[in-house]
């Protein structure tokens, strides 16, 4: 892995990152592909959106298909054809999400799969080895999402936990090629983060992550962690803020100095019919869209834009039919890469700020869903 | 509309049909589009799997979004997105389906909306007015099908009920370029269904389609009426056999003399996890496909199996990824158009007999589930 930051306007950053199967321009979008798939939509489809790199979900795929039936295709980017980068979360935050009967040992977590209603035991070495089988470009480090809001103590607690369970992650030997980031937890706490974030560093990682935020908190929460911690995170090494979001935390994010995001909101979104554009969401029920001709966006060169109207979409859509969460999965990841792309050229122009107000300004109108 | 029969081979023949969209080799199978998607794939991939024609059904259109919104577009065609050939059926057939509290009188069918529960009314008028505003290029006249089983005084007032709409749909005008086709009825009665044909011979029609056929009566009956009439229709018209259907009973039908078919079973079955192949059907859910990393069909020019394990698209069928249902539509629907190439070159070089053997044989064998 090489990471290279070619520019910086004040603390926001970009840059370039080098991993084993391409290289990724940062700031950085990276759309989820939770079980084998960027819900709805090919690999073409989520290139030509021009995402770089995509993440994957080890919860999900060490449950189906499991790890045998993706290592006899020789791992993850072959058996859902995918060549380019790929990130896998490490499981801890679908443990504390989507698990039942949770019970979190010095060893591990013991829960009930959600699939079947078996006894599973996820720690640092079973995410691990799930990850080294799926041969991801970017294993993470299994951590404990601290929820909130958690007390001072709690917050130790559980930071310390991912700490000495990222020191586990460290020693398992991964595939080669494969680089390892460590997450940072301590909840809202900034001490406990900056304890965290030099445990972290102390024991060396080749990128680092913040957790455990975007989790309920209030914004003006987010923004205080991310203002205070990211600037102390290694300056040569990709931070990358976990599960984040909408245009307004992506900015957020990038002025504080973020490299790399995640989020499932532009797919979801999607498939409920909410269409990101600049001049706000488009919600596929207002009956403003009825009989609207005009594609999602004036000016968007997404593939659907370029062919289908509104009022198309918002048909497929009451209807029920599966072409249209793809057709607005598509608009939306563009959407989300456009901006991106956007970001780092404001960035390398060292006009950010003011390219976040006036992205904000017309995005807060809300024009886009009033006709 | 052009119509000209270029070789025959007994009774099967192969043709082009030339509509205001494009031209159609025949017999052409016609993927189905209900409410103005194939559904889960684009018209590029509608294209790309070899159909030159898709049929657009007339009730769930008209129901939802409305022949206004549709209009505002300009017709289907636009709405969504392609454009080649369009056949709307009547509506006729979903009524008799689909539709509760149904009341038949003279003037057409009072019926509940599955959509919302109001009172809709359809009748030869309606269904020529709807099938206008969609602007498709082969109007279907509004007709009853006849139940299976019938008595033949149910079948004969049935079948002169629907000659007496066929008229009234005759007498409206519809757009230009646009062509009507008439339905003969009679159900398993081979006398009725030559009345039937006579009757609307004598009002006279672009094209002529059987229907009332594969609703539910024993493979050996439709054999016998598609047998003894489809010889009786005029032979300088496309013959359609609606609703139908399993590659066996495509080549019992061209063997007959039919032109055009119908069915939802590729892409129906797509999302079932049943996918179509030379040597029988694929079903995702069996066993043995769990780390098969070949594709659906060796030797398939698909999109589909040029990227894609039987293992990967089991695992999404099995997690319920949108992406799988896709992908096996496009592998259906693909399967479908060259068995109706390879039926057409059989026809052209007097071997259909021959050909219809041999693979019936091979697919009967249902080695692809096996291994």
New interface residues.
């Given amino acids: 892995m090489r990471f290279s930051v070619s520019h910086r306007d004040r603390y926001a950053r970009c840059g370039r990152l080098q991993l084993a199967h391409g290289s990724v321009d940062t700031p950085a979008f990276m759309p989820v592909g939770t079980?084998?798939?960027v819900?709805?939509?090919?690999p073409d489809e989520v290139r030509l959106s021009g995402a770089q790199i995509i993440l994957g979900n080890t919860f999900?795929l060490g449950l189906?298909?499991g790890t045998?039936?993706i290592e006899?295709?020789g791992g993850l980017h072959r058996?859902?054809?995918w060549d380019g980068p790929i990130l896998t979360d490490s499981g801890g935050f679908q443990v504390w999400s989507l698990a039942a009967d949770r019970e979190i040992h010095e060893a591990g977590v013991r829960f009930r799969s959600p699939v079947d209603g078996s006894i599973v035991f996820l720690g640092p070495e079973e995410s691990m080895r799930i990850q080294r089988a799926l041969g991801s470009d970017v294993v993470m480090a299994f951590d404990e999402c601290t929820a909130y809001p958690a007390s001072r103590e709690q917050a130790s607690e559980s930071m310390l936990r991912s700490l000495r369970w990222a020191r586990r992650c460290r020693a398992v030997s991964l595939a080669p090629g494969q680089v390892l980031f460590g997450i940072a937890q301590g909840g809202m706490y900034e001490d406990l983060r900056v304890e965290s974030l030099a445990g972290l560093e102390e024991i060396g990682f080749d990128g680092y992550a913040l957790g455990g935020l975007s989790v309920g908190e209030p914004k003006a929460e987010m923004a205080r962690v991310l203002e205070t911690i990211t600037p102390r995170m290694s300056a040569d090494k990709p931070r990358y803020l976990m599960g984040v979001g909408k245009p307004e935390d992506l900015l957020a994010g990038v002025a504080a100095g973020i490299d790399m995001f995640d989020c499932v909101l532009p797919t979801r979104n999607a498939r409920n019919g909410w269409l990101y554009t600049a001049n706000g969401i488009v919600r596929l029920k207002n009956a403003v869209h009825?009989?609207a001709?005009g594609p999602v966006e004036e000016g968007c060169e997404c593939p659907t834009c370029g062919?289908?109207?509104r009022?198309?979409l918002?048909?497929?859509h009451?209807?029920g039919?599966?072409?249209?969460?793809?057709?607005c999965t598509i608009h939306n990841l563009y959407f989300f890469q456009s901006l991106m792309r956007d970001i780092r050229a404001a960035v390398t122009q060292d006009r950010l700020a003011g390219f976040a107000r006036g992205f904000l300004d017309r995005y807060a109108s809300g024009k886009a869903d009033v006709a």
Avoid: D, I, Q, W
Avoid at 321 to 327: F, S, T, Y
């Fill in positions: 079980a084998g798939a819900k709805t939509v090919t999900h189906r298909p045998e039936v006899t295709h058996f859902m054809g009825r009989s001709t062919r289908y109207s009022s198309y918002r048909h497929l009451s209807v039919e599966m072409l249209g969460a793809r057709l």
